[in-house]
């Protein structure tokens, strides 16, 4: 894997803690104060960076109920126009910057997604410090070149996409000059069922790419991201709302605050319980070898007398010779006479 790479002064890669992104979408349900409470409340939850998605109807599609444009059957969003869609969901450009300077006082990154050329112009202007791009823009290679001309830092979602698809548009990226680069695995579906995850192509896009990989999230509750930190994802992306119960676009399969904040809690147990390869005895476990098993003398056996299967058990606890001893103790004789429970040291034999 190449990297790390660094966003907002945050490095991000192996041997780091997962980087984590709260996205809001468009769960906003066009309210300022709305999105500023999400702002809010991804910081408070944990989350190291809030994701805005950066364009307008007209810049995503066209204004057209046709059967191309029409949503159909299996979505979320059944029956909706494209362009009815994004006018319910985009976020107002004149709250980005605003948004900024929230993030900021909460210590958290804020970037976005761009969708056109226009809205990488405005979000250069407003000096974010990477770019998302998202699964169904990763064949888009003329936006992706023209995210790759700012240098900054990419994050691509691999959603939807085969992997030439998917070496295309990381080449493209490299090409045209972004040197810092990480792939998500994302299943495009709303929500996602966790059989459709395939957590273990993360390590292989990891591999396959020599860059950072993580995951951007769709299923429901917060074991799935724990699992993929576990599989070595280092980023991961989740959608925030307020209630679920408020609707919204994404609100379906979006986490709560205190949901986000027991995943984040989560994903960190799970990081601190990862360690490392080793088969030394951690301090924790030094007072519970006390309570091994060892080889006991279990009735009185006078001096000279043998020892026997009926007067030296293994027996917990573990203060006397260990239990791979039994069968070279049985037949010899006492050094001294000994009292039931007297742990058997090898003083003790003839």
Not at 60 to 70: A, G, H, K, L
Request: aromatic residues 8%; charged residues 25%; negative net charge.
């Amino acid at each position: 894997m190449t990297g790390p790479i660094e966003i907002a002064g945050r490095t991000i890669g192996e041997g780091h803690k997962a980087y984590i992104i709260a996205e809001i979408s468009g769960n906003h349900n066009q309210q300022f104060e709305r999105a500023e409470e999400l702002v809010r409340a991804a910081a408070s939850a944990g989350a190291e960076a809030v994701k805005l998605q950066t364009y307008t109807p007209d810049t995503i599609t066209i204004d057209c109920d046709n059967e191309y444009f029409r949503i159909q059957k299996g979505t979320l969003w059944e029956g909706k126009t494209l362009y009815g869609l994004y006018g319910e969901a985009y976020t107002p450009w004149e709250w980005h910057p605003r948004l900024k300077e929230i993030a900021t006082e909460e210590g958290m990154a804020i970037f976005s997604t761009p969708f056109d050329d226009t809205a990488v112009d405005f979000l250069e202007s407003q000096d974010v410090p990477a770019y998302k791009i998202a699964s169904f823009e990763i064949v888009d290679i003329p936006l992706i070149r023209r995210v790759a001309q700012t240098g900054r830092p990419m994050i691509i979602s691999t959603g939807m996409a085969s992997l030439g698809e998917i070496e295309l548009a990381v080449r493209t990226a490299r090409e045209y000059g972004c040197s810092e680069l990480a792939l998500l695995k994302c299943t495009s579906a709303y929500p996602s069922p966790p059989s459709s995850m395939n957590l273990r192509t993360i390590r292989h896009l990891a591999a396959a790419f020599a860059c950072p990989a993580g995951l951007s999230d769709h299923t429901l509750g917060v074991a799935v991201p724990v699992a993929a930190v576990a599989l070595g994802a280092i980023i991961i992306e989740k959608h925030i709302t307020l209630r679920r119960s408020d609707g919204g676009p994404d609100a379906a399969f979006s986490l709560e605050p205190e949901e986000f904040a027991a995943m984040v809690q989560a994903v960190r147990t799970a990081e601190e319980a990862l360690g490392e390869v080793t088969y030394q005895i951690t301090p924790d476990q030094q007072a519970s070898r006390a309570f091994r098993r060892s080889l006991f003398v279990v009735e009185d056996i006078a001096e000279g007398q043998p020892f026997t299967p009926q007067n030296v058990r293994s027996i917990r606890p573990g203060h006397g010779l260990p239990p791979r001893e039994y069968d070279n103790i049985l037949g010899r004789r006492a050094a001294t006479n000994l009292k039931r429970g007297t742990p058997l040291t090898r003083e003790h034999i003839l």
